[in-house]
T-cell receptor
Framework: EDQVTQSPEALRLQEGESSSLNCSYT??????LFWYRQDPGKGPEFLFT???AGEEKEKERLKATLTKKESFLHITAPKPEDSATYLC??????????FGQGTRLTINP | DAGVIQSPRHEVTEMGQEVTLRCKLI?????LFWYRQTMMRGLELLIY????????DSGMPEDRFSAKMPNASFSTLKIQPSEPRDSAVYFC??????????????FGPGTRLTVL
């Protein structure tokens, strides 16, 4: 069964303190890995899609990378507004997405 | 452009009552997904449609749950009768899907359902 595991469950950082979130997956024939950001009381907001090992994508202070077994979301010099839950997901079949449980990130000023 | 629209945003009801959640797809999208999110189970897919046709409803928890797409831009998720364990946030998401290709799902703001 396809599985997606995110770690840590929660992470508290000081403003400016860089770190990484992990998303490991067990799926045959990976056809992409998605990262979403979810703010309290809102729906998940799309960040990135990665399709092949070695691929990297960046958006502001975020950079997502992909290997054959896991993906990392690197956060460089985060600000309080980066506080959110970050979700990763992998396709299962043609269209279904299997989501991880998420990492709840808090950036303290 | 308008994103996915869901209504109501909040619903409080009593056990045994019928609940109907509504979703309007992004204009031009042809696939719709209904999800449920809880602290314990995270984000779970309930059912999805392509071009108004239900493709996979294996995530629908029980016969008390039903979903329809009466037209290409609108869907409803109905729970009858509702139970306290149905309390969760329900999201819908839409994409423009071409056969053989995956694409990014765009989520609505969700409906927070509380069943007393």
């Amino acid at each position: 069964e396809d599985q997606v595991t995110q770690s840590p469950e929660a992470l508290r950082l000081q403003e400016g303190e860089s770190s990484s979130l992990n998303c490991s997956y067990t799926v045959s024939g990976l056809r992409g890995l998605f990262w979403y950001r979810q703010d309290p009381g809102k729906g998940p907001e799309f960040l990135f899609t990665l399709y092949s090992a070695g691929e990297e994508k960046e958006k502001e202070r975020l950079k997502a990378t992909l290997t054959k077994k896991e993906s990392f979301l690197h956060i460089t010099a985060p600000k309080p507004e980066d506080s959110a839950t970050y979700l990763c997901a992998v396709p299962q079949g043609a269209q279904k997405l299997v989501f991880g449980q998420g990492t709840r990130l808090t950036i303290n000023p | 452009d308008a994103g996915v629209i869901q209504s109501p945003r909040h619903e409080v009801t009593e056990m045994g009552q019928e609940v109907t959640l509504r979703c309007k797809l992004i204009s031009g999208h042809n696939s719709l997904f209904w999800y449920r999110q809880t602290m314990m189970r995270g984000l779970e897919l309930l059912i999805y449609f392509n071009n108004n046709v239900p493709i996979d409803d294996s995530g629908m928890p029980e016969d008390r749950f039903s979903a329809k797409m009466p037209n290409a831009s609108f869907s409803t998720l109905k729970i009858q009768p509702s139970e306290p364990r149905d309390s969760a946030v329900y999201f819908c998401a839409s994409i423009f899907f071409l056969a053989g290709e995956g694409d990014t799902q765009y989520f609505g703001p969700g409906t927070r359902l509380t069943v007393l």
